[in-house]
């Protein structure tokens, strides 16, 4: 399996991003998904996850409400839609891939892993 994340950039806060991630090497409806972030000296931390249909989703409190994580399984695509975005959400966001949505916000137990994007949030 291979994940190739885009969509990272500099914005300024409160501006807006939207990160996509491209899956291939085997059936993309059969994966839950995922972001994780690591923001410089930090540990990395869960963010959100979706299941293999788009009915179910998954996240961490502080981006509730501001990011949205959607998927088309027509493009073998997984998207995060980050709105209202603050200096502390700057990271490198990953993209994951695990084959069971209940443990994918347990990053130890993950699948697949894609290279980061990384999102800067200026005040």
């Known amino acids: 399996v291979q994940l190739q994340a885009s969509g990272g950039g500099l914005v300024q806060a409160g501006g807006s991003l939207r990160l996509s991630c491209v899956f291939s090497?085997?059936?993309?409806?059969?994966?839950?998904m995922g972001w994780f972030r690591q923001a410089p000296g930090k540990e990395r931390e869960f963010v959100t996850s979706?299941?293999?249909?788009?009915?179910?989703?998954y996240y961490k409190d502080s981006v509730k409400g501001r990011f949205t994580i959607s998927r088309d399984n027509a493009k073998n695509t997984v998207y995060l839609q980050m709105n209202s975005l603050k200096p502390e959400d700057t990271a490198v966001y990953y993209c994951?891939?695990?084959?069971?949505?209940?443990?994918?916000?347990?990053?130890?137990?993950?699948?697949?892993w894609g290279k980061g994007t990384q999102v800067t949030v200026s005040s």
């Open positions: 979706i299941n293999w249909s788009g009915g179910s989703t």
């Open positions: 090497g085997r059936t993309f409806s059969s994966y839950a």
């Open positions: 994951v891939a695990d084959s069971d949505f209940e443990y994918i916000a347990d990053g130890s137990k993950v699948d697949y």
